[in-house]
């Protein structure tokens, strides 16, 4: 059974370029979250698609954006990058069908990351 | 709005010895604790978590956390250190979403390091 899968691993870019990172979530699972991890930092909630819309959105700017695909796979795109943007980017997958169980009990299974570096 | 408190940006300990990393917690409703693991260059792993329940909670590799309400706290121990427990490790509340989902906030992490 395939875990969260995340491509590419590093990506190289310069400011002002548009990026776009991909996620494929584990098996069975319909939701992904996306989080900025920057150096020394703990990850920061970016966004959470679920049936191909975004749910909700942490503090981060219009320039952030995604989508999720109907066989919940997603991508987060980042337009007009800073510097600050350098940060190791991970997906993570859930599903929202607990059982009854509340939301927040759903474990986040975490894929290995995309390290941006911005020039 | 929920937070987290990592007390300590790094923790050293010898192999063999009693870890302990610490952890508070901030939320106006019963909170959804979990531990994660990062090793270099890899995602996060998770631990362990409290959700409902036995206070005292077992996880992977020996870990176990215990959740205080008092304390508002849920500190991550193990008796003893080994050599590959040195990572990184985030303790994190949960947060429902409305429509279903959750999201995560996480503590700044503490950097174990564990020497022979």
């Known amino acids: 059974d395939a875990g969260v899968t995340q491509s590419p691993t590093h990506l190289i870019k310069t400011r002002g370029q548009q990026v776009t990172l991909r996620c494929s979530p584990k098996s069975g699972h319909d939701t992904v979250s996306w989080y900025q991890q920057a150096l020394g930092q703990g990850p920061q909630f970016i966004f959470q698609y679920y049936e191909e819309e975004e749910r909700q959105r942490g503090n981060f700017p219009d320039r952030f954006s995604g989508h999720q695909f109907p066989n919940y796979s997603s991508e987060l795109n980042v337009n007009a990058l800073l510097l600050g943007d350098s940060a190791l980017y991970l997906c993570a997958s859930s599903s929202v069908r607990t059982s009854g169980r509340p939301s927040s009990y759903n474990e986040q299974f975490f894929g290995p990351g995309t390290r941006l570096t911005v020039l | ?26 939320s106006s409703v019963p909170p959804y604790l979990f531990w994660y ?14 959700t409902t329940g036995a206070t005292l909670v077992k996880g992977i590799n020996g870990f176990e956390a215990e ?19 040195a990572a990184e490790y985030f303790c994190a509340v949960s947060e ?5 989902g959750n999201k995560l906030t996480f503590g700044t992490g503490t950097q174990l390091k564990v020497e022979l």
């Open chain 2, 1 to 26: 709005a929920q937070s987290v408190t990592q007390l300590g940006s790094h923790v050293s300990v010898s192999e063999g010895a009693l870890v302990l990393l610490r952890c508070n917690y901030s």
């Open chain 2, 37 to 50: 693991v990062q090793y270099p260059n890899q995602g996060l792993q998770l631990l362990l978590k409290y």
């Open chain 2, 67 to 85: 959740f205080k309400k008092s304390e508002t706290s849920f500190h991550l121990t193990k008796p003893s250190a080994h050599m590959s427990d």
């Open chain 2, 96 to 100: 429902g979403l409305t429509g279903g």
